[in-house]
């Protein structure tokens, strides 16, 4: 049962982090195309894991530890915007944009449904939710 909870609740967060991208690609870009949404959520998520997962090899060495965390945070930040970038017209400025706005979109699902106690608040493909 824990793999199938896992599995529901990676969909279900992948879902919604895509429906974030969605708004932000149709206010800012005006892309109209929920499954694009989806593919680029998704490859955000495993570029932000791989990004994090390299940088928190090094989080055990003294000093290095909260440095390569930050860097690690920062990089997969970059990187994920870069996947906006790569993923739909207007360049590095639209994708911002497209990220804020996404990330507000998230914001607001999630706060809505954890006050329903519905799910928990996090999002797969939204950086920091």
């Known amino acids: 049962m824990a793999l199938l909870d896992l599995l529901i609740g990676f969909v279900v967060s992948l879902l919604i982090g895509a ?13 109209d195309d929920y ?17 994090t ?8 060495i003294p000093l290095l530890g909260d440095l390569a965390s930050v ?17 739909y017209p207007g360049g590095w400025g639209k994708a911002i ?14 706060v809505v449904l954890e006050s329903f106690e519905l799910i928990e608040a996090s999002a797969i493909g939204i950086p920091g939710l």
């Open 97 to 110: 944009g497209i990220g804020v706005v996404a990330w507000l979109a998230v914001w607001v699902v999630l």
């Open 53 to 60: 997962g390299v940088f928190g090899l090094v989080t055990w």
């Open 71 to 87: 860097l690690a945070s920062l990089l997969a930040l970059l990187a994920w915007v870069y996947v906006i970038n790569a993923r």
């Open 19 to 31: 429906f974030g991208i969605y708004v932000g690609a149709r206010v800012i870009v005006d892309r």
């Open 35 to 51: 499954e694009y949404a989806v593919l680029t959520a998704l490859v955000g998520a495993f570029v932000w894991w791989v990004i």
